[in-house]
Every structure is written in structure tokens, then in C-alpha cells.
């Protein structure tokens, strides 16, 4: 209906055969109206970590990275140098957990992990109600970046100055990133549920990659598609900081450049395809893991 000119006269009568509203159909029309612009309820978020408050245990779930610690399950490889027992030792905390466990996705928080002989348990069965503080590192192996970067490799043999990865992923490892988006967001929030007091800190990844260029053949990585992949990762460090702030955790940025597979072996830290140092393949070395140890302790407040 188109607006009266205040010019116009108002007719002296109203027509007949105009059906009139009645008069309780507009409040409830306005309350309609109010609950469809009515935002969703917030996420519930989790208590964050008082600035030098010392935790009395520290839970790490997630994917566990190489040298694997001596005794621990030889099909989880846990490090005993990883950045959460590193942050765990200079806390000082009378408890640390570590259910992390190598090539764990999302699933294995919640659902039994290496069932072949004796399972290895849901991650979150570490979680009690009393549990004041979870490291999580989750998301790379969802994405798969490692068979991501093997493929993109072998295609760099065939044309080592294009774009063959590109060429061939598209845009689908974005759809792969914004696909995961419900899944860690749902972490935050069971961890929430089993430990309700708990901060929880998420971590993101370290750099792999350069942002262009690379170092063909030292990491087999075609030029062109080297800023493509970076690209990737730094949409899946974006996307889970999102998530997990959200989620009212503190997250961990770690990607800083000048320290990827293409450094000298004491500069990097993160091994590539082919590791140097004593690491998995695309996973964090030694220094990584202090680097990524001392960004979490400052994230919770506490200086090294």
C-alpha cells in the first residue's frame, strides 16, 4: 500500500465492503513480527582462565604428533615433548592428561579410535566435571591436508611452474573448511557439557608453506599452487579461531610466518614431506612445539 500524500484529503467515509483487521490480530501480527527479528539465543561459553591462575590439571585432546613417549600406546604415538606437556610442565599442574592421538579426527573425541584389538577410548571420557583446563587441537586431519599435500606433490612432477593442485581441487578444500564449521563447533560445546568450568584453549596450525613461490623440488609443491595452499590452511586456522571464540574458549594463533618447510632446518617448525629433524612428515618439530607451547601460555595468561 503506497504511502498518503499529506496533501490529499482523508475520504469522509470508509467504502463499503472493506474488511476491517481486527483489532487482536495486530498485536499479535507485532509480536510475530518481533520473535522472527529476535536474534537466536547465544552459544554457551566457557569460563576463561583468570590471568596467572594455575590450573590443578590440563586435558589435551586431539591429534598426537611424533617422537611418541616412551610406554604410551604405540598406535597413538603421544609425544612427550608436545606443546600441551611442555605448557602442562610450566604450569606446574598436579594433573596432565593426554588422550591425544595420531591421525585422530573429530569422530575419535566422541567414538573408540584403532578398534582392531583393544579400542582406544573416546577422547572426551578424559573429561570430568572437574576439569578446569583443555587444550584442543583438532581439524587438519578432518580437512586431510596431508593427503591433500601428497596429491598436490605428485601432480608437481608433471608441471613444476603451474598450478596442477589448484587446477584440480578448485574450490572444494574451501568447501572442505566451511564444511567442518558445525563439526568444531560442536567440540567446543561438548566439551562445555563435560567440563562445564574448564577453559579451553584451541590451537591453531603452524605454518607449512610460504606465501608463494616455495621451494620446489626441496618441498614438492608446484610455484603455483604454493600461495593456493597457504591460502587453504590460513582458511582453516580463520575458521576454528571463529569457532572456538565463539564458543567463549581462547585460541591460540600460531601461524607465524618465516618458520615453514621451506626454512633451514633450524629456522622451520614444521618438517616436510621428507622430516630433518626428528618430527612426522607435516607436523611440528621440536621448535614448533616450544613455539607453540609458549603462544598457549600466554593465551591463558601466564608468561614462561
Known amino acids: 500500500m503506497s504511502r498518503t500524500d499529506a496533501s490529499t484529503p482523508e475520504p469522509a467515509a ?58 604410551s600406546d604405540p598406535r597413538c604415538l603421544r609425544s612427550s615433548s608436545n606443546y600441551a606437556r611442555l605448557a602442562a610442565d610450566a604450569l606446574g599442574v598436579a ?28 577422547q572426551f571420557d578424559a573429561l570430568t566435571p572437574e576439569t578446569d583446563l583443555v587444550t584442543v587441537g583438532i581439524g587438519g586431519n578432518d580437512l586431510g591436508f596431508t593427503d591433500i599435500l601428497m596429491e598436490c606433490a605428485k601432480r608437481s612432477l608433471h608441471n613444476p611452474f603451474g598450478s596442477p593442485c589448484a587446477d584440480h581441487f578448485g574450490d572444494e578444500l574451501d568447501q572442505r573448511v566451511e564444511g567442518l564449521r558445525d563439526d568444531v563447533s560442536g567440540v567446543y560445546a561438548e566439551i562445555a557439557e563435560h567440563s562445564p ?3 579451553v584453549v584451541g590451537v591453531g596450525y603452524l605454518q607449512i608453506l610460504p ?74 618439530n621440536k621448535a614448533g612445539m616450544e613455539a607453540v607451547s609458549e603462544r598457549l601460555l600466554a593465551g591463558v595468561g601466564v608468561q614462561p
Open 14 to 71: 470508509r467504502p463499503r465492503g472493506r474488511r476491517r483487521t481486527p483489532l487482536l490480530a495486530l498485536p499479535l501480527a507485532a509480536a510475530l513480527c518481533l520473535a522472527a527479528a529476535r536474534p537466536p539465543p547465544p552459544r554457551p561459553r566457557s569460563r576463561r582462565l583468570r590471568p596467572l591462575r594455575r590450573p590443578r590439571g590440563l586435558v589435551h585432546l586431539g591429534a598426537a604428533p611424533f617422537p611418541r613417549r616412551p610406554g
Open 211 to 284: 606465501e608463494s613461490k616455495g621451494c620446489w623440488p626441496k618441498a614438492p609443491i608446484a610455484r603455483g599452487d604454493v600461495a593456493y595452499l597457504d591460502g587453504v590452511q590460513t582458511s582453516l586456522n580463520q575458521m576454528i579461531a571463529e569457532e572456538s571464540r565463539a564458543a567463549g574458549a581462547v585460541f591460540v594463533d600460531v601461524l607465524e610466518r618465516g618458520h615453514d618447510v621451506c626454512q633451514s632446518s633450524s629456522r622451520r617448525w614444521v618438517e616436510g614431506l621428507v622430516p630433518e629433524n626428528n618430527a612426522a612428515p607435516v607436523h611440528p
Open 95 to 122: 594433573a596432565f592428561t593426554d588422550v591425544s592421538c595420531a591421525g585422530a579426527v573429530i569422530r575419535d573425541l566422541r567414538e573408540p579410535q584403532h578398534t582392531d584389538l583393544i579400542d582406544v577410548p573416546p
Open 197 to 199: 568450568e574448564a577453559t
